[in-house]
Nanobody, 125 residues
Framework: QVQLVESGGGLVQAGGSLRLSCAASGRTFSISVMDWFRQAPGKEREFVAAISRSGGSTNYRDSVKGRFTISRDNAKNMVYLQMNSLKPEDTAVYYC??????????????????WGKGTLVTVSS
C-alpha cells in the first residue's frame, strides 16, 4: 500500500500564492504518475495536474495552465503544486493521487490507485 498526505492548504486572497505538498510513504516503488485533483463544494472531483515518474512530462487542466506548476522530488517521495495568481474559483479541497502506470494523459478519478485525504484551499475575493 501507499499512503499520501497533503499539506500546505489555507486561506489566501485572490492573486496570492500557495504551495501544496504531498508526502508519499509505503510501497512508493510501485507508483509512477502522481496527480493533483480538486473538489469544490457541490461539484465533482476534477483533474488539476499530473507529472510522470521522471518529472519530464506534465499535464494541466486548461484553467490552471500558466498559473500552477507541478513538480516532484523522488528522493524525498514528495510531489508539489505551486499555485500562483489564485482565483476564488480555485477554492476546493485539493487531493494528491498516485497510480502505477506512467502516463500523464489519464485524467479520470477512476484511473488513480491511491489517494490522500485532501487539504483545503480557500481563495477570498
Amino acid at each position: 500500500q501507499v499512503q499520501l498526505v497533503e499539506s500546505g492548504g489555507g486561506l489566501v486572497q485572490a492573486g496570492g500564492s500557495l504551495r501544496l505538498s504531498c508526502a508519499a510513504s509505503g510501497r512508493t516503488f510501485s507508483i509512477s504518475v502522481m496527480d493533483w485533483f480538486r473538489q469544490a463544494p457541490g461539484k465533482e472531483r476534477e483533474f488539476v495536474a499530473a507529472i510522470s515518474r521522471s518529472g519530464g512530462s506534465t499535464n494541466y487542466r486548461d484553467s490552471v495552465k500558466g498559473r500552477f506548476t507541478i513538480s516532484r522530488d523522488n528522493a524525498k517521495n514528495m510531489v508539489y503544486l505551486q499555485m500562483n495568481s489564485l482565483k476564488p474559483e480555485d477554492t476546493a479541497v485539493y487531493y494528491c493521487a498516485a497510480a502505477g502506470y506512467n502516463t500523464v494523459q489519464a485524467t479520470g478519478v477512476g484511473a488513480m490507485d491511491y489517494w490522500g485525504k485532501g487539504t483545503l484551499v480557500t481563495v477570498s475575493s
